[in-house]
């Protein structure tokens, strides 16, 4: 009876021992595998960012326009989407692009900071959920391609597609024309610009498209293509983007 007692009061000790040594392992785990802040360079959660920084994010709040998820003083569209009913149906954005998510986009886009596309697709995956059939990312032109060495909107897409379980193609929408890049030009030639620009390779009955890019601007681009994918037979096309700019006026 002593020698049970005893051997059970040894193996509880050493049970709770290892359950002190197994949290320190993993609590050291955690530590190790937090990564640095994209922002700060401060310890990071899941999201890439520190709660500081994450908290500074100039995010988008209402109202915002139905279709181009501009902030609105009054009303449910916006004066341009009113006056230019777009192709797209709606748009969902995390950010107004402005500091520091600007710099971010920048950094990841140019800078060839890959790993901030952890940080930035999280912040498209804490939106609303979409409901898609399909993902599709912004297709660039074979020489930006080449010149970029990745497709930025790629990045964003696949665990966009892998959390909201939809399936995705790279391919289905190719950008077979060279335009002169959009920020650099006005927004009023910006749709003249674009024009023509895209390509689908097959028909799509009825599908849900959801479409994803860093950036919108004065939405041309993603009117552009929402045109060719619903001449193609898509029955709706969201824009999921992770900043949007927004007019002063």
């Not at 002593?2 to 949290?23: A, E």
């Not at 929402?226 to 992770?242: D, F, T």
């Amino acid at each position: 009876m002593t020698y049970n007692l005893l051997s059970s009061q040894i193996h509880r000790k050493l049970s709770n021992f290892s359950r002190i040594l197994l949290n320190k392992c993993l609590a050291m785990q955690r530590f190790i595998m937090a990564g640095q802040c994209s922002l700060c360079g401060g310890e990071a959660q899941d999201s890439g960012l520190c709660e500081a920084c994450r908290e500074s994010l100039p995010r988008l709040h209402g109202p915002l326009c139905a279709q181009c998820a501009h902030p609105l003083s009054t009303g449910t569209v916006c004066g341009r989407c009113l006056a230019n009913p777009p192709s797209y149906d709606r748009v969902q954005a995390a950010c107004r692009y402005d500091y520091p998510i600007a710099a971010l986009i920048q950094d990841f886009k140019f800078g060839g900071r890959l790993q901030h596309a952890r940080t930035l697709s999280a912040l498209l995956n804490a939106g609303p959920c979409i409901c898609a059939d399909l993902v599709i990312p912004m297709p660039l032109s074979p020489a930006r391609l080449r010149a970029r060495g990745f497709n930025q909107a790629l990045a964003l897409a696949i665990p966009l597609a892998r959390a909201t379980g939809s399936a995705i193609d790279a391919t289905l929408c190719i950008r077979h024309r060279e335009t002169v890049p959009q920020s650099q030009l006005p927004w009023q030639a910006r749709q003249g610009n674009i024009r023509g620009a895209f390509t689908v390779t097959r028909n799509l009955p009825s599908l849900r498209v959801m479409f994803v890019d860093d950036v919108l601007t004065t939405g041309a681009t993603l009117n552009e293509l929402a045109r060719v994918l619903k001449k193609a037979g898509a029955a709706e096309v969201v824009g999921c983007v992770v900043a949007r700019t927004v007019s002063r006026h």
